[in-house]
């Protein structure tokens, strides 16, 4: 997996030349206060130290890398010279971070061990500065490498949740589309009746008419061949809309569209289903609506008692169908524990809703969906009542 690159890490070739001068004068210093039998190793170890800490970021580009090599030098220094410097535990902690941002932390962690039981086996020979600074390296290095650690793993859950995010969006996308194919299918079997019904009838009214003039046997011919053109292409339209989920679709049988009139086997099958009451209630005067509109309350009933059955197993439901003057409003409710008033549905049920919310717009009407204020989960859909045209 590969990482953002840091914040600010034009700064890091300024950083290291100001750390790299900060060790060169403390070197200096420390060169001038120790003895003279010791000045010559302690200065050829500090100068190893700044060549190292310039030169191992430029020549070896991993982390893990340098944090091992700068550590290493400290603890040798500790060991041969009973002396650590300020410039090294900055030095140490900035590869620490590194190390735990973009490598492995164990490494770190290992190194940094030494440093502790040196800290804690007591006092060396000479000043209680190294002490102070061995117990420092041992705790503040291994901090740096958890913070880099910390900081990794909240840009890899940042990372994950976009792509979650992403992946569902293009999940939904591809149902709304596919139940938008599902919908055009549909809808293509009820209009491809009537058109086919007026076809025959245009046929039939040219050749069983009588008396009837030249010039409205053509135009009943010139309707017939029209709708039959019409049929054929909505046809081909349904064919550019198939996909996988049909492979199988010229060959199904025709069966009738399911309408209002089948909604009591709806009820019917969600009682044997869930093993709970569920209702139907009508109001106002029922009347025979335009089958694309049947359809679409048909599957907004059967979706949603599906729903209530996967997100509220046990609960009651009630169906009800009210005919207004120009509207049938569909509402389905479930006394289930439900989600907070106003509160959208559950992500997993976001397709189903998605879909149905298509299929109420696809035919002029409107869906809504959430919490209700008594509790339980609700569906409301209001869809246009004009009455069926009789051919």
Same mark, same amino acid.
């Given at each position: 997996m590969t990482t953002d690159a840091e914040p600010r890490e034009h700064l890091l070739p300024v950083a290291t030349a100001l750390l790299v001068l900060g060790a060169f004068a403390e070197s200096l210093m420390r060169l001038r206060m120790a003895p003279v039998t010791t000045?010559?190793?302690?200065?050829?170890?500090?100068?190893?130290?700044?060549?190292?800490?310039?030169?191992?970021?430029?020549a070896l580009p991993g982390p893990a890398t340098v944090a091992a090599l700068i550590l290493v030098m400290s603890l040798l220094s500790l060991v041969a010279f009973h002396?650590?410097?300020i410039s090294g535990l900055i030095a140490g902690m900035a590869a620490g971070y590194r190390a735990g941002r973009h490598g492995p932390p164990l490494l770190v962690l290992a190194l940094?061990?030494?440093?502790?039981?040196?800290?804690?086996?007591?006092?060396?020979?000479?000043?209680?500065? &190294?002490?102070?600074? #061995?117990? @420092?390296?041992?705790?503040?290095? +291994?901090?740096a490498a958890q913070v880099g !650690?910390?900081?990794?793993l909240r840009a890899q859950v940042e990372e994950g949740s976009a792509r979650r995010a992403d992946f569902e969006?293009?999940?939904?996308?591809?149902?709304?589309?596919?139940?938008?194919?599902?919908?055009?299918?549909?809808?293509?079997?009820?209009v491809a009746h009537h058109i086919s019904m007026v076809s025959v009838q245009a046929e039939t009214a040219r050749l069983t008419t009588p008396g009837l003039p030249e010039a409205g046997a053509k135009r009943f011919q010139a309707i017939g061949e029209t709708a039959r053109a019409a049929l054929t292409e909505m046809r081909r339209l349904l064919g550019v809309l198939k996909d996988d989920q049909w492979p199988d679709?010229?060959?199904?049988?025709?069966?009738?569209?399911?309408?209002l009139g089948h909604v009591t086997e709806l009820i019917d099958e969600a009682r044997?289903? &869930?093993?709970?009451? #569920?209702? @139907?209630?009508?109001?106002?005067? +029922?009347?025979?609506?335009?089958?694309? !509109?049947e359809l679409a309350a048909y599957r907004i009933i059967q979706e949603a008692l599906t729903n209530a059955r996967?997100?509220?197993?046990?609960?009651?439901?009630?169906?009800?169908?009210?005919y207004d003057d120009g509207e049938l409003r569909v509402r389905i409710r479930d006394n289930g524990p439900g989600l907070p008033y106003g509160a959208e549905g559950p992500s997993s049920a976001g397709h189903g809703l998605a879909g149905m919310r298509e299929r109420a717009a696809a035919v002029g009407g409107v869906l809504a969906a959430g919490g209700t204020s008594g509790g339980g989960f609700s569906v409301e859909a209001a869809l246009p009542a004009k009455p069926r045209e009789t051919v």
């Open positions: 000045r010559s190793a302690s200065g050829a170890l500090g100068l190893c130290a700044v060549a190292t800490l310039t030169a191992v970021p430029l002396s650590l410097t940094a061990l030494p440093f502790l039981i040196a800290a804690l086996a007591g006092p060396r020979p000479g000043s209680s500065e &190294s002490s102070v600074l #061995t117990l @420092l390296t041992a705790v503040l290095v +291994p901090a !650690v910390s900081r990794r969006e293009r999940l939904l996308e591809h149902t709304k589309r596919g139940e938008r194919a599902r919908i055009a299918r549909e809808l293509h079997d009820i679709a010229e060959t199904a049988p025709l069966r009738p569209q399911p309408g044997e289903a &869930s093993g709970s009451a #569920t209702r @139907l209630l009508l109001s106002g005067r +029922p009347v025979p609506l335009d089958p694309g !509109v996967r997100h509220a197993p046990g609960a009651a439901v009630d169906v009800e169908l009210c």
